[in-house]
């Protein structure tokens, strides 16, 4: 089957109408203004400039919604990228430069992901892996904000979790109260916002007016100590530009690969997550290879105009949702809006307290950690506890990179095991009851074994976790008989490890005077023992597709 391209913008069209058009132009401008103090936020505390998180909401929320595969799907920047963005920019090695070759390096894998249909395995990766990620990110990103949330004033941070902390509690004697103010009020009008203005968002509201309070304190009063964005970026701009990067030498793209491969698979989870979350609500189907496309297209893009890595954004999503956005215009009406804004209003930018922008990140590691899932998944399996301590502790004490490898190494463990778990081999010595497996053939309903046959069914996949278990039973069992018939109805697939154990297994019966049958075997297994030259060894009429006829073969050879 195909890979086929059909982004959801160019199916809704057909049928689109005033009206749709109008709710989306209401969703779009909404997403906008919610969209606004998000991207200048999550730009600032990736260690770029505001501005680079406007233009990565600007452009990758344009690409997203004009070729992915979700009606609804919202991109830009995410707070799920900062900590792997800033270590990028933070390494002087990489820095602003190493973060774009990544950037589109994370998008060419994202684009192979979808043109291999690889859409639908990464929904796949285990529950608990997925929580333990976003936890350890929400409560890292909560981390790096405590310095503008408290005005400590510290110009050189380490980068690690644990070192992070240590400077903390030496500096915590320069705690700026004002700071303090600014940022609690921030974190509670975003609150309080919802309650009582349902569709001005909270951030929008705290930004205005812990801004127009923060401008009043420091130019008409006394008070010091009040950092602005203008105080960190003097050279706030308001332009989109081509800027290019230079291409990467072999080492370097080496260099790079890990931090790409953890910016693919975050911006491949999170987007997936977002679309299947948006149809829960809207009762639509996304497409998920063509919305990896379009993400992988996106990420492409940006670097070449300063942006930073772009994904689907789940609270910028439901927004649209909420607010009566259907279709993928009200994505490229909130771009748009985000352009007009940085054309004409970003000036007025370099006027928001750090602080501010401190709560509004507060509030979003809160949102992400998913403490009450967090919580309620301690109390499941042992399994799933080790995996998501462990996905958590790796994600804030060592390094995101290392905790995404481990994390996906630990999907397939648990993937395997489960499958082991389910897949099972079981023997048959002298009658086979067909009655209860609905599988009557002829009319008969139980089938005798001669003396010398015994049947080994294989319940499941024929990997090499079943393969092994399926060898460590033939030893158990020790004896001899003179025919094996080996019933495989229930093997959907054989892996290359499967094939050559059974190919082993053929090769010690035949030394041992034994006879292989083999039953039930579906088209695709067949088709992997003929190309093997498996089939040429055991016989041709030795591969039965029914437990009747290879029974029939297997008592044959007993004279």
């Not at 600007?58 to 800033?86: C, D, H, K, M, R």
């Not at 291999?116 to 990110?137: C, D, M, N, Q």
């Not at 964005?229 to 370097?252: C, Q, R, V």
Request: glycine share 10%; charged share 15%; proline share 4%.
């Amino acid at each position: 089957m195909q890979f086929s391209f059909k982004p959801k913008l160019f199916t809704i069209l057909k049928n689109y109408t005033k009206e749709k058009f109008i709710a989306d132009l209401m969703a779009g401008l909404i997403v906008g203004i919610v969209a606004l103090p998000l991207a200048i936020a999550f730009g600032i505390a990736s260690g770029v400039s505001p501005e680079q998180g406007l233009i990565t909401a600007i452009i990758g929320g344009f690409i997203v919604s004009f070729f992915g595969g979700s009606s609804v799907q919202i991109g830009g920047p995410t707070g799920a990228f900062i900590i792997v963005v800033f270590g990028i920019v933070a390494n002087p090695e990489l820095g602003v430069s190493g973060l774009a070759m990544a950037t589109v390096i994370a998008g060419i894998i994202l684009m192979l992901m979808g043109f291999l249909k690889l859409g639908t395995i990464i929904k796949f990766i285990p529950y608990p892996i997925i929580v333990g990620f976003t936890s350890g990110i929400a409560l890292t990103i909560f981390s790096t904000q405590i310095n503008d949330l408290l005005g400590l004033s510290i110009d050189n941070m380490p980068g690690d979790f644990i070192s992070k902390w240590k400077v903390y509690f030496q500096n915590i004697g320069n705690i700026n109260f004002i700071a303090v103010g600014l940022s609690f009020l921030s974190i509670f009008l975003i609150i309080i916002t919802p309650k009582l203005l349902k569709k001005i968002p909270g951030s929008l509201v705290a930004i205005l007016v812990v801004t127009l309070i923060a401008y009043l304190l420091k130019n008409h009063t006394d008070i010091t100590g009040i950092t602005t964005i203008g105080d960190k970026f003097p050279n706030l701009t308001a332009s989109i530009k081509f800027t290019g990067f230079e291409l990467p030498t072999m080492e370097k793209i080496n260099q790079l690969l890990p931090s790409a491969f953890t910016i693919a698979m975050l911006g491949g989870i999170e987007s997936l997550l977002s679309a299947t979350v948006a149809d829960g609500v809207t009762g639509d189907n996304h497409d998920s290879n063509t919305e990896l496309v379009a993400q992988g297209a996106a990420n492409i893009v940006v670097p070449f105009f300063g942006g930073i890595p772009v994904t689907g954004a789940i609270a910028r999503t439901m927004t649209n949702i909420n607010n009566g956005g259907r279709s993928p215009i009200a994505g490229i009406i909130h771009a748009i809006v985000l352009l007009l804004i940085m054309l004409f209003l970003v000036p007025l930018a370099k006027y928001i307290p750090m602080a501010c922008l401190a709560g509004v990140l507060v509030i979003v590691s809160y949102n992400m950690s998913e403490w009450r899932t967090f919580r309620s998944l301690l109390k499941n399996s042992k399994s799933d506890v080790a995996v998501l301590l462990s996905t958590f502790l790796i994600t804030i004490i060592l390094d995101l990179t290392i905790a995404i490898e481990i994390g996906m190494l630990l999907a397939m463990l648990l993937f395997m095991r489960r499958m082991i778990e389910v897949s099972n081999v079981s023997v048959t010595t002298d009658v086979i009851d067909l009655s209860n497996e609905k599988e009557i053939y002829q009319k008969e309903e139980k089938l005798e074994l001669k003396k010398g046959v015994e049947v080994y069914e294989i319940d499941g996949p024929f990997f090499f976790g079943i393969a092994s278990k399926f060898d460590a039973y033939m030893k158990v069992i020790g004896d001899k008989p003179k025919v094996r018939i080996i019933r495989m109805r229930k093997v959907p697939f054989m892996d290359s490890t499967g094939l050559r154990n059974l190919e082993s297994l053929f090769r010690l019966s035949k030394a041992e005077g034994i006879v292989i049958v083999l039953s039930g075997v579906n088209e695709r297994v067949r088709q992997m023992l003929k190309v093997s030259g498996l089939t040429e060894k055991i016989g041709e009429e030795n591969i039965c597709d029914h437990i009747s006829k290879a029974v029939e073969k297997g008592n044959s050879y007993i004279k």
